[in-house]
């Protein structure tokens, strides 16, 4: 993102940001919660809570172009990588609820989140099935540790 292209970020405030970070914190909290129920939910209840999502997501994208250019406090960054890393921790309730799959966690590292910073190790839930999809791609990165 080019210095210049910020200029529309300026518009948001703590006043936008402390919300956004609590619906997201409330979406990844209720997780388990939903997974439990939603097999017993109708087409309407699974359409209301995809919506909510859909908003949320859409913010959880706004909320790392905040952090990428550098207007998230220190304290809201720390909070960002902590629900960042929880919701990877629930990417089964997540995919199964919403469709979030390791694709779609990817995106998180494209938007910006400060786990990309970090040096502690993550765990990410990941069926066999799906690594076996994506080994020809991660066969032909160069994996070592540097």
Not at 31 to 44: G, I, K, N, Q, R
Request: charge should be negative; glycine fraction near 4%.
């Amino acid at each position: 993102m080019n210095v210049n292209d910020n200029w529309h970020l300026s518009v948001f405030t703590d006043d936008h940001i402390e919300p956004y970070l609590l619906n997201y914190k409330l979406l990844i909290q209720d997780l388990p919660e939903l997974a439990d129920m939603w097999p017993d939910m109708d087409d309407f209840e699974h359409h209301h809570y995809q919506m909510m999502f859909m908003q949320t997501w859409g913010t959880r994208s706004t909320l790392g172009a905040l952090y990428r250019a550098g207007q998230l406090t220190p304290e809201q960054e720390t909070e960002l990588a902590t629900l960042d890393d929880e919701l990877i921790q629930h990417l089964d309730e997540a995919n199964f609820c919403y469709g979030l799959d390791l694709q779609s966690i990817a995106q998180l590292f494209t938007w910006g989140t400060p786990l990309a910073q970090s040096d502690e190790i993550i765990y990410i839930p990941i069926r066999p099935r799906t690594l076996s999809e994506i080994a020809p791609a991660l066969a032909a990165l160069d994996m070592r540790e540097t």
